[in-house]
């Protein structure tokens, strides 16, 4: 039964910070999309309207204790239902703007990408939280030259933890391979940050871990290099940098010997740092859509007579943020955004928008806004009392910092364009609507740590040790 006393233990800062950046997506929508010969536009009114969904579900997702959400049954239905949808999408999906990624269902566009997001997060949250914090350090520590030892391998593959990381990562790239393959490169890559900062915030990796970063960039740097001429000259008809590799192998040798670092740990590194080179270069030719690639090209190489159609929005979109000087044009009185040269100023482009009209001053109080948000959210995570509610708050920061950032970024013209709205801000029902989805959760979790029973549980039974 929920407790609504526990409203009046609200974080105030946290609902004014939502409040805040709902107001100014009601602005932006409102300005990007009126019209001085029709009015105001119906996009508008939709807008409310999701808020106000948004509102309801956030109110109603808070009164419940998130240990009623750590359920098998319910992961295993948001699992379920989060496939299904996207499958969904494939296979009877609205195509729109040549994107097939909405399912329309007459009075409402669903779009599953949007709550795959919250769905990545409640089951890394379930999965990951299960480990032990002794378990993964050992697993995990550079300096542990005996690691094999503190591990009987047989429970390994019989423990709970195991196949839970096994169902969280299968999940993952099942939804990674869905999304992509409805032409949504700005959602596989948010899901894909979120997923991994979850995990790594879960693994706790220490500073003196970042010494595996040397075997990873060796692996890159040798996969990268065309050392078939070098090759040539030692007798190798190949393309692969095998003597690169044998120079990696002997500095790995030397920096284990001489810091005692576990060779195992370097070697595994520095085989991944191998195959990610491997892995984007297929991902690049082979799954990613031919516009995609072009939106790569036209950011790496904009003045290409083949990218200046892709690159006209980017053009239109910085141009839009440096109109708008310190103050701004005004409202309703952007040059670019009002004039209707900037396609999709309420959606892919709302920062643009808000930013020419109110400037430089509007643009920080949009950054005030989410790093109020953000820092309250981490509060919240400093303060909750179990791991899964300590990784939902992990998940959300990250999709709330990495959309902003992707969506920014996007609109300033430092990253190629993916076509990610700015969350609260932008229009869209199901952007809108999954993070007020993943906001109640976090708000859950400060409504119910204060008194929610923290339960040392059986280590034989949770991790099968």
């Known amino acids: 039964m929920p407790k609504f006393y526990k409203l009046k233990d609200i974080d105030l800062w946290f609902l004014l910070s939502i409040l805040g950046l709902c107001i100014v997506g009601a602005l932006t929508v409102f300005s990007t999309t009126f019209s001085r010969t029709e009015g105001i536009s119906p996009l508008f009114w939709n807008h409310l309207i999701f808020y106000g969904i948004g509102a309801l579900l956030f109110s109603f997702i808070s009164l419940i204790n998130p240990k009623r959400i750590k359920n098998l049954l319910i992961i295993g239905l948001t699992i379920i239902v989060t496939l299904g949808s996207l499958v969904l999408v494939l296979l009877a999906g609205t195509e729109v703007y040549g994107a097939t990624r909405w399912i329309d269902l007459g009075f409402f566009s669903f779009q599953p990408s949007e709550f795959a997001k919250v769905a990545i997060i409640l089951v890394a949250a379930f999965c990951f939280g299960v480990y032990k914090i002794k378990h993964t350090e050992k697993l995990f520590d550079i300096y542990n030259t005996q690691i094999v030892k503190y591990f009987d391998i047989k429970r390994i593959l019989r423990s709970d933890w195991l196949h839970r990381t096994v169902i969280a990562f299968l999940f993952y790239t099942t939804t990674i391979l869905l999304v992509i393959k409805q032409r949504s490169l700005g959602n596989s890559i948010l899901i894909s940050l979120i997923f991994f900062t979850v995990l790594l915030f879960r693994l706790k990796i220490t500073i003196e871990n970042l010494l595996l970063a040397i075997p990873l960039i060796l692996g890159i740097i040798i996969s990268l290099i ?91 979109s910085v141009m839009a943020v440096g109109s708008g000087r310190v103050f701004g044009k005004g409202f309703l009185s952007g040059n670019i955004v009002n004039s209707g040269l900037l396609p999709f100023a309420f959606t892919d482009f709302a920062f643009a928008g808000f930013a020419e009209q109110f400037g430089f001053a509007g643009s920080l ?61 932008s229009y869209g029902g199901s952007s809108i609507v999954s993070v007020f989805l993943a906001l109640g959760l976090v708000n859950s979790v400060n409504l119910h740590s204060k008194d929610s029973d923290v339960v040392v549980e059986n280590l034989h039974k949770d991790y099968g040790f």
């Open 226 to 316: 065309d050392a078939g001429n070098i090759n040539s000259l030692y007798g190798l008809d190949t393309n692969f940098n095998f003597i690169g590799l044998i120079v990696a192998i002997g500095i790995l040798i030397f920096l284990s010997n001489k810091l005692k670092l576990n060779k195992i740990l370097l070697f595994v590194f520095l085989i991944i740092g191998l195959l990610i080179p491997l892995v984007l270069s297929f991902a690049y030719n082979s799954i990613l859509e031919p516009y995609q690639r072009e939106r790569i090209t036209t950011f790496l190489m904009p003045s290409s007579e083949a990218s200046l159609d892709e690159d006209f929005n980017r053009q239109m």
């Open 365 to 425: 109080l949009i950054i005030l806004l989410y790093l109020i948000l953000i820092i309250r959210m981490f509060l919240i995570y400093k303060n909750a009392d179990t791991d899964f509610n300590k990784l939902i708050c992990i998940g959300t920061i990250a999709l709330i910092f990495f959309n902003f950032a992707q969506h920014v970024a996007m609109n300033l013209g430092i990253t190629p364009i993916t076509g990610v709205p700015l969350p609260l801000i």
